[in-house]
T-cell receptor, first 116, second 111 residues
């Protein structure tokens, strides 16, 4: 059974960079897309971007200028960096496995609050 | 504003049948991209409920079913139970975005 676990600081200052990591266990990163999805408090889900095991990425155009997703296959984890954050970036951030278009395994989520 | 449109809320009594709609456009559902559904209980991560329009992952009861027609999709829940009370999200792929899109979510209340 594949398991994902997010980690990262819960509090980020405005204009700084939010960095999160997702550790994958019970399976390798090979042959799948790996995704970041966020959910602001009491709101819906927003896809942030995907990374394939080759390292190729695709991002939500609304965030593309500020986001970087990277992969470390040796450590079986992938990461999210979101630059120049504002209060609007406060959300629960989930990592998930994208199995050909649907997200079949999710992490429990990591709450990131943007505040000075 | 989400690319996929869902009703904000639906409700039903125990044992009844409810449906949740998900309306898209020609660049996503109407372009033959699959629709997937997720169930989210308060304070927890979403859980895959239906994939590929109408397929249930192992462990999901057959009370849950999905369908798709044209630019819309639906999730049906029969024999409603108290444990079905949750938020439900549809998801697909959009060719203009070149990425995944979600509906705004529907809160199901079991009366």
């Amino acid at each position: 059974q594949v398991q994902l676990q997010e980690s990262g600081p819960g509090l980020v200052k405005p204009s700084e960079t939010l960095s999160l990591s997702c550790s994958v266990s019970g399976g390798s990163l090979s042959d799948y897309y790996w995704s970041w999805i966020r959910q602001p408090p009491a709101k819906g889900l927003e896809w942030i971007g995907d990374i394939y095991d080759s390292g190729s990425t695709i991002y939500n155009p609304s965030l593309q200028s500020r986001v970087t997703i990277s992969l470390d296959t040796s450590k079986n984890h992938f990461s999210l960096r979101l630059r120049s954050v504002t209060a609007a970036d406060t959300a629960m951030y989930y990592c998930a496995r994208n199995n050909g278009g649907y997200f079949d395994f999710w992490g429990q989520g990591s709450l990131a609050t943007v505040s000075s | 504003q989400s690319v996929l449109t869902q009703p904000p809320s639906v409700s039903g009594a125990p044992g009844q049948r409810v449906t949740i709609s998900c309306t898209g456009s020609s660049s996503n559902i109407g372009a033959a991209y699959d629709v997937n559904w997720y169930k989210q209980l308060p304070g927890t991560a979403p859980k895959l409920l239906i994939f590929g329009n109408s397929n249930r992952p192992s462990g999901v009861p057959d009370r849950f079913s999905g369908s798709k027609s044209g630019t819309s999709a639906s999730l049906a829940i029969t024999g409603l139970q108290a444990e079905d009370e949750a938020d439900y999200f549809c998801q697909s792929f959009d060719s203009r975005l070149s990425g995944s899109i979600f509906g705004g979510g529907t809160k199901l209340t079991v009366l």
